[in-house]
């Protein structure tokens, strides 16, 4: 039998399969099990989840594999992990053993200030951060098999998320509106492959899933991120920052999926404790503004 | 008239099965509550992740609903679909609660990883031959009870059933171009009706 592993249907299929859930970001088999019970549809294994990265300082680097080894055996659920900008290694190591989406992810510190990594190299399917159209298409010609925009991670502000997917979708919007003979230059002028550009065109959307990350604290987060057009949400620090992570955890499932039905909205949204600490984005500065790391 | 088949609208791949029906001439509809189960001929169990969408199932009170519809009306089940479609689970634990629609064991995850996913042509008993199967961290049948009749099998592990009108598949026709099962799917409501 002709079986083909790692191919664009499989790996992009995977993401599919993701759709209208929540993947959260765990540090030990613990948070995992918090997570999938709560119906999280992957989780995030991870050193530190974003908000302490951002305390800590220093280089965050892909975590110490037994971490990973350790929520692989603790779930059933798909485990991702994250490697740095440009990091083929640590890409190959997550791939060796056996993760099954990477984030190759401005949350740590990136290893290459020019390049990605190839990734229709490998047979692990990758996600990435975008923050417009034309990010999120160069992250796909490099192989990606799953976007999610970045807004700003660790803050539970949602308003660079709620920036970059207006901004995504705005840009798709913009080339349904365009005749044929001028999208090349459109491609030119966001930075696009071209081929790309017209695929967008044909199918009215993009190529491939795309989730929202980067500041989702509460089930009205998720909600909202629904309504604006994201396939479904990463949820960083927002759960086990929070006062309650199970029943913020549930909420949040709970809140992605019946994003429209607002009389749900009002009982998921009660009595749940208080959310993650915020952080103004304005406060941030330049350099710890994550979302600019990838090019 | 139009066929009207119900989509389970909980999470998963719901929109690529409402595009392959519409592309049938049928009619899908995303089902969110057991209210709006009262608008259509048959339903999908889409493909997603199976403890989540069993969770989802319970909170939002689908678990007896989904129950009496199978009982008249045809139910499709891909992969997390034919997890929740089957009767037991062979390492499911508490962590989900099968619809036991269909008299099947299931493995769960059964090929492996995602690293492992894989697609190939398959031979379907009834539908057809060289049908392009995407199996992603696929679960496969173990055994089958009485009347239930195995369509295809891959490495010597079933993949694909079906009893009367519940129809279940490891893998996702509604990530290919093909769509000789959906039709195949389709053909059994017409059979409910005459």
């Known amino acids: 039998m002709n079986k083909q592993v790692g191919s664009e249907t499989v790996k992009r299929g995977m993401a599919q399969m993701q759709k209208g859930g929540v993947i959260m970001d765990v540090v030990n088999a613990e948070q995992a099990k918090i997570a999938e019970a709560a119906g999280a549809v992957a989780v995030m294994a991870l050193e530190r989840v974003p908000s302490d990265i951002r305390a800590a300082g220093g280089v965050a680097r892909m975590a110490d594999p037994t971490i990973v080894e350790t929520v692989m055996k603790a779930v059933t659920i798909p485990v991702m992990a994250k490697a740095r900008i440009g990091h083929i290694s640590e890409a190959r190591i997550l791939e060796d053993m056996g993760v099954d989406y990477i984030d190759e992810s401005e949350v740590l510190t990136p290893a290459d200030e020019e390049f990605h990594i190839l990734k229709s190299d490998y047979t692990v399917p990758f996600v990435c951060g975008c923050r417009d159209l034309g990010e999120g298409l160069r992250r796909i010609g490099e192989g990606a098999s799953m976007l999610r925009t970045k807004g700003e991670p660790g803050t539970g502000n949602i308003v660079e998320a709620v920036r970059h997917m207006r901004k995504v979708n705005g840009q798709i919007h913009l080339v349904m509106g365009k005749n044929d003979d001028e999208l090349m230059a459109f491609a030119r002028d966001i930075g696009a492959p071209y081929e790309l550009v017209k695929e967008v065109k044909k199918l009215g959307r993009l190529p491939v899933v795309n989730f929202a990350a980067g500041g989702v604290a509460t089930p009205a987060d998720a909600a909202l991120m629904m309504s604006l057009g994201a396939d479904g949400v990463f949820v960083g620090s927002g759960i086990f920052k929070s006062e309650n992570p199970e029943k913020f955890a549930r909420a949040i499932v709970q809140a992605t999926t019946h994003y429209e039905d607002y009389g749900m909205l009002v009982e998921l949204s009660k009595g749940l404790g208080t959310p993650m600490k915020g952080i103004e984005i304005s406060n941030l500065s330049q350099q710890d503004r994550m979302q600019e790391r990838g090019w | 008239m139009v066929k009207r088949v119900g989509v389970l609208g909980l999470q ?183």
């Open chain 2, 12 to 194: 998963g791949a719901i929109t690529e099965h409402i595009n392959q029906l519409k592309q049938l001439g049928a009619e899908g509809i995303a089902v969110k509550t057991p209210t709006d189960l009262a608008q259509v001929q048959a339903l999908i169990i889409p493909g997603g992740e199976s403890t989540a969408i069993s969770r989802l199932i319970q909170q939002i009170g689908f678990y007896e609903p989904i129950q009496q519809f199978a009982k008249n009306h045809p139910v499709f089940g891909t992969c997390a679909g034919l997890i929740l479609c089957g009767s037991s689970i062979t390492d499911g634990g508490e962590k989900l609660k099968p619809l036991k629609l269909i008299d099947i064991a299931v493995t769960r995850n059964g090929f492996g990883r995602q690293v492992d996913s894989f697609e190939t042509p398959l031979d379907i008993d009834s539908i057809g031959q060289q049908i392009p199967a995407v199996f992603i961290r696929a679960p496969y049948i173990d055994h089958v009870g009485e009347g239930v009749k195995i369509l295809a099998k891959i490495d010597n592990r079933i993949v694909m059933a079906e009893h009367g009108s519940v129809l279940v598949s490891s893998f996702h026709p509604e990530l290919t171009e093909d769509n000789r099962i959906m039709a195949y799917f389709l053909k059994k409501i017409k059979e409910e009706n005459s």
